[in-house]
T-cell receptor, first 115, second 110 residues
Framework: NAGVTQTPKFRVLKTGQSMTLLCAQD?????MYWYRQDPGMGLRLIHY???????AKGEVPDGYNVSRLKKQNFLLGLESAAPSQTSVYFC??????????????FGSGTQLSVL | QKEVEQDPGPLSVPEGAIVSLNCTYS??????FMWYRQYSRKGPELLMY????GNKEDGRFTAQVDKSSKYISLFIRDSQPSDSATYLC??????????FGTGTSLTVIP
C-alpha cells in the first residue's frame, strides 16, 4: 500500500548542477502534479500531467522540466539549479479531473537545498 | 489579489480549546472547498471537504462555507496535541489546478 513515493527525500546541490526528482504512484491515477512549498508562499504548482505522455505548465514552471513517459511515473528535472529553487517539493496524484470530491494524494516530499 | 488568502498564524492554544481557522477567496466560481492537514515533514492529507455553502461536521471538526462573503472556516472542538499541524484550505476551480492557501500553523499545548 505504497501510494505516492518520492525519491530522493533529501538532496543538496551546488548552483548549476542538474538533478531529477522521481515520483511514482501505484494507484493507476491519471493526473499527477508537482508542487513546491516555501514558507509564507504555500503550495505552488510547477507542472502537471493529465495522462501518460502529456504535461502542462503550472504557476511557477520556469527552471523546471517534466516528463510522463509511463502512467505511474512523473519526473521533475532541474537542468541548472539555482538557490531560488531551494524548497520542499511535493508530488501528488488524483484519479481524475477536478472539481470533484476526489482528493489529492501527496508524497512525503523532497527537501532540496541549492548552495 | 491572490485567489485564496489564509492567515499564516502561528496559532497556539491550550488543550481543549476551540480553534477557528479561516480562508477568504476571490473567485465566485469555486464550488468545492477542502481542508488539508499537514504534519511536520509530511505531505498534506485531506481532512474535510464541502460542496457549495453550509456546514459539514466530522467528529470534532466542522467545516463552514459562506459563499456570499467568500469566506470558509474550519472549527476544531476540544483540541488535542495531536491536532498540532499546518492546516491548508484548498479550492479546485473548473480546470485541473488547485488553489491552496498559505497554511495556518497550529500548536495545541498540553
Amino acid at each position: 500500500n505504497a501510494g505516492v513515493t518520492q525519491t530522493p527525500k533529501f538532496r543538496v546541490l551546488k548552483t548549476g548542477q542538474s538533478m531529477t526528482l522521481l515520483c511514482a504512484q501505484d494507484m493507476n491515477h491519471e493526473y499527477m502534479y508537482w508542487y513546491r512549498q516555501d514558507p509564507g508562499m504555500g503550495l505552488r504548482l510547477i507542472h502537471y500531467s493529465v495522462g501518460e505522455g502529456t504535461t502542462a505548465k503550472g504557476e511557477v514552471p520556469d527552471g523546471y522540466n517534466v516528463s510522463r513517459l509511463k502512467k505511474q511515473n512523473f519526473l521533475l528535472g532541474l537542468e541548472s539549479a539555482a538557490p531560488s529553487q531551494t524548497s520542499v517539493y511535493f508530488c501528488a496524484s488524483t484519479p481524475r479531473a477536478m472539481p470533484t470530491n476526489e482528493k489529492l494524494f501527496f508524497g512525503s516530499g523532497t527537501q532540496l537545498s541549492v548552495l | 489579489q491572490k485567489e485564496v488568502e489564509q492567515d499564516p498564524g502561528p496559532l497556539s492554544v491550550p488543550e481543549g480549546a476551540i480553534v477557528s481557522l479561516n480562508c477568504t477567496y476571490s473567485n465566485s466560481a469555486f464550488q468545492y472547498f477542502m481542508w488539508y492537514r499537514q504534519y511536520s515533514r509530511k505531505g498534506p492529507e485531506l481532512l474535510m471537504y464541502t460542496y457549495s455553502s453550509g456546514n459539514k461536521e466530522d467528529g470534532r471538526f466542522t467545516a463552514q462555507v459562506d459563499k456570499s462573503s467568500k469566506y470558509i472556516s474550519l472549527f476544531i472542538r476540544d483540541s488535542q496535541p495531536s491536532d498540532s499541524a499546518t492546516y491548508l484550505c484548498a479550492m479546485p476551480p473548473t480546470g485541473n489546478q488547485f488553489y491552496f492557501g498559505t497554511g495556518t500553523s497550529l500548536t495545541v499545548i498540553p
